[in-house]
């Protein structure tokens, strides 16, 4: 009913401005379940490998893990409504290279600039959204739409991936994001105001390019190993260049006075715990995700359709979860919750260590459901403890941070389980698949240990940051 009332209440350029950026949060989650769907597509359309589709999901993850707390810098630099509007058009041209892609090379490069764009849209869209409803109340009931919208496109890109790819071909559900991008576009330019501008503000030139080179090198180092092997030089100089950047990056930060990474905020265990729980929790989720996507496709041979509508348990169930988990931070206390989450799809991953090529997949619903809860429940509590254990003026780079770190967490995963299942043949996929699974449940278990140890804030302090969570970036 408060909703209902708020949307009456809303102006039309209030109206347009949610609109415009629930639609930004769209495109960028919808692009990050819909390509899982068409992985044996575009295996045989680009004659590819495993490690050739890990590209394919971690070009855009890498662009828009490494970017994501320099682009809010912009947007405070330039105006967000300037630098989200810039983001649609830079996503939605890059879709379109993505739908004409007619090589591999050609789509991991205009996947690389969705991510650009994704890194635009995101924090610039919450910021838009914070000019446009001064009043507190009805600007967390804004981003309470916001994120609900990121929801439902999390659950239904799958199923419309499916279909599109079924009905109209894979190039279909990179072209979908024209009209978005054009309605977006369109919204944001007649109703977003202009944006107040801090001029005053750096950005962290050194530090990005740092990050940058780190994580490029680190993602060929885990991608390629499952290609070329791990005494290749490639991949071991891949992983020394890893290094050395990220010393490098941290040697960047500690000394600069306006670093993209304030070092000083890791100094509260709470705040480290819950950015390690982040990539601890991507990893698991985002990294099987791909696997049951190859063992769908490419083991069971399921087509894309049939795919994505084994995913819809999963996938629907975050939404639900996410909203109960939020409602019982009062009640059970954060750290609680994390504890429960990361024990909870713990077993669900591992009671699906029984799982065959030749099994029926009905006997994959509950365990898949009980792990997806699990990951429901950390989502909002995380950013719950993210956000009370830092200062009031610091919670938009420690929630940028956090979802820095888990976008960061699901690329690893991607690149390690994707090495772990490069053997196509049903009995090595089957063993790498059973490692991947036991590997995500002991780090989960481990996860659940340091949130014991290392979360020190009381249960949800502040009942806005709890309001807030449901719009952290999934």
Same mark, same amino acid.
Request: proline share 3%.
């Given at each position: 009913?408060?909703?209902?009332?708020?949307?009456?209440?809303?102006?039309?350029?209030?109206?347009?401005?949610?609109? +415009?950026?629930? &639609?930004? @949060?769209? %495109?960028?989650?919808?692009?990050?379940?819909? #390509?899982?769907? !068409? =992985?044996? *597509?575009?295996?045989?359309?680009?004659?590819?490998?495993?490690?050739?589709?890990?590209?394919?999901?971690?070009?855009?993850?890498?662009?828009?893990?490494?970017?994501?707390?320099?682009?809010?810098?912009?947007?405070?630099?330039?105006?967000?409504?300037?630098?989200?509007?810039?983001?649609?058009?830079?996503?939605?041209?890059?879709?379109?290279?993505?739908?004409? +892609?007619?090589? &591999?090379? @050609?789509? %991991?490069?205009?996947?690389?600039?969705?991510? #650009?764009?994704? !890194? =635009?849209? *995101?924090?610039?869209?919450?910021?838009?959204?914070?000019?446009?409803?001064?009043?507190?109340?009805?600007?967390?009931?804004?981003?309470?739409?916001?994120?609900?919208?990121?929801?439902?496109?999390?659950?239904?890109?799958?199923?419309?991936?499916?279909?599109?790819?079924?009905?109209?071909?894979?190039?279909?559900?990179?072209?979908?994001?024209?009209?978005?991008?054009?309605?977006? &576009?369109?919204?944001? %330019?007649?109703?977003?105001?202009?944006?107040?501008?801090?001029?005053?503000?750096?950005?962290?030139?050194?530090?990005?390019?740092?990050?940058?080179?780190?994580?490029?090198?680190?993602?060929?180092?885990?991608?390629?190993?499952?290609?070329?092997?791990?005494?290749?030089?490639?991949?071991?100089?891949?992983?020394?260049?890893?290094?050395?950047?990220?010393?490098?990056?941290?040697?960047?930060?500690?000394?600069?006075?306006?670093?993209?990474?304030?070092?000083?905020?890791?100094?509260?265990?709470?705040?480290?715990?819950?950015?390690?729980?982040?990539?601890?929790?991507?990893?698991?989720?985002?990294?099987?995700?791909?696997?049951?996507?190859?063992?769908?496709?490419?083991?069971?041979?399921?087509?894309?359709?049939?795919?994505?509508?084994?995913?819809?348990?999963?996938?629907?169930?975050?939404?639900?979860?996410?909203?109960?988990?939020?409602?019982?931070?009062?009640?059970?206390?954060?750290?609680?919750?994390?504890?429960?989450?990361?024990?909870?799809?713990?077993?669900?991953?591992?009671?699906?260590?029984?799982?065959?090529?030749?099994?029926?997949?009905?006997?994959?619903?509950?365990?898949?459901?009980?792990?997806?809860?699990?990951?429901?429940?950390?989502?909002?509590?995380?950013?719950?403890?993210?956000?009370?254990?830092?200062?009031?003026?610091?919670?938009?780079?420690?929630?940028?941070?956090?979802?820095?770190?888990?976008?960061?967490?699901?690329?690893?995963?991607?690149?390690?389980?994707?090495?772990?299942?490069?053997?196509?043949?049903?009995?090595?996929?089957?063993?790498?698949?059973?490692?991947?699974?036991?590997?995500?449940?002991?780090?989960?278990?481990?996860?659940?240990?340091?949130?014991?140890?290392?979360?020190?804030?009381?249960?949800?302090?502040?009942?806005?940051?709890?309001?807030?969570?449901?719009?952290?970036?999934?």
């Amino acid at each position: 009913m408060g909703q209902c009332q708020m949307s009456l209440s809303m102006t039309r350029d209030q109206r347009g401005t949610l609109a +415009a950026a629930g &639609l930004g @949060f769209v %495109v960028v989650l919808l692009d990050v379940s819909v #390509v899982n769907i !068409a =992985l044996d *597509v575009l295996r045989h359309r680009f004659a590819t490998d495993v490690a050739g589709l890990q590209w394919v999901v971690n070009a855009y993850t890498l662009a828009f893990a490494s970017l994501l707390l320099t682009t809010g810098t912009l947007g405070d630099r330039f105006g967000a409504k300037r630098i989200f509007a810039m983001g649609f058009v830079v996503f939605t041209v890059a879709s379109i290279a993505c739908g004409i +892609a007619d090589s &591999l090379l @050609f789509l %991991v490069a205009a996947r690389v600039i969705q991510g #650009v764009g994704a !890194a =635009l849209l *995101v924090p610039n869209s919450l910021a838009m959204l914070r000019q446009a409803f001064p009043d507190a109340g009805q600007r967390s009931r804004a981003v309470g739409w916001w994120g609900a919208a990121g929801g439902i496109a999390l659950a239904a890109g799958p199923v419309l991936g499916g279909l599109l790819i079924t009905h109209v071909g894979w190039r279909s559900i990179f072209l979908i994001n024209l009209p978005i991008g054009i309605v977006g &576009l369109f919204l944001t %330019v007649r109703h977003a105001a202009n944006s107040e501008t801090v001029h005053g503000r750096g950005i962290d030139f050194a530090g990005q390019l740092t990050a940058i080179v780190a994580l490029i090198a680190l993602t060929l180092c885990l991608t390629e190993a499952a290609r070329l092997g791990w005494r290749h030089p490639l991949v071991y100089g891949g992983l020394l260049v890893s290094i050395v950047f990220a010393l490098l990056f941290l040697w960047v930060e500690s000394r600069g006075t306006e670093p993209m990474l304030p070092l000083f905020l890791f100094r509260t265990a709470t705040f480290s715990t819950a950015s390690a729980a982040g990539v601890i929790v991507n990893f698991a989720y985002y990294g099987l995700i791909f696997v049951f996507s190859l063992f769908f496709q490419i083991e069971q041979q399921l087509s894309a359709q049939r795919t994505g509508l084994a995913f819809l348990p999963m996938t629907a169930v975050l939404m639900g979860v996410n909203i109960l988990a939020s409602r019982l931070l009062n009640r059970l206390g954060a750290k609680r919750l994390m504890i429960a989450g990361m024990l909870i799809a713990a077993v669900g991953y591992l009671l699906l260590l029984p799982i065959s090529i030749n099994g029926s997949y009905w006997k994959l619903i509950v365990p898949m459901l009980i792990a997806a809860s699990g990951i429901a429940i950390m989502v909002p509590t995380m950013t719950n403890v993210t956000l009370s254990s830092v200062e009031s003026s610091r919670s938009g780079i420690a929630a940028g941070i956090l979802n820095s770190a888990r976008q960061v967490g699901g690329m690893l995963g991607v690149a390690v389980f994707g090495f772990f299942v490069r053997d196509s043949r049903p009995d090595a996929f089957m063993h790498g698949m059973h490692l991947a699974l036991v590997t995500a449940a002991a780090m989960l278990s481990c996860g659940a240990v340091m949130c014991l140890y290392g979360i020190r804030v009381p249960g949800a302090e502040s009942g806005k940051a709890a309001r807030n969570a449901l719009g952290s970036s999934r």
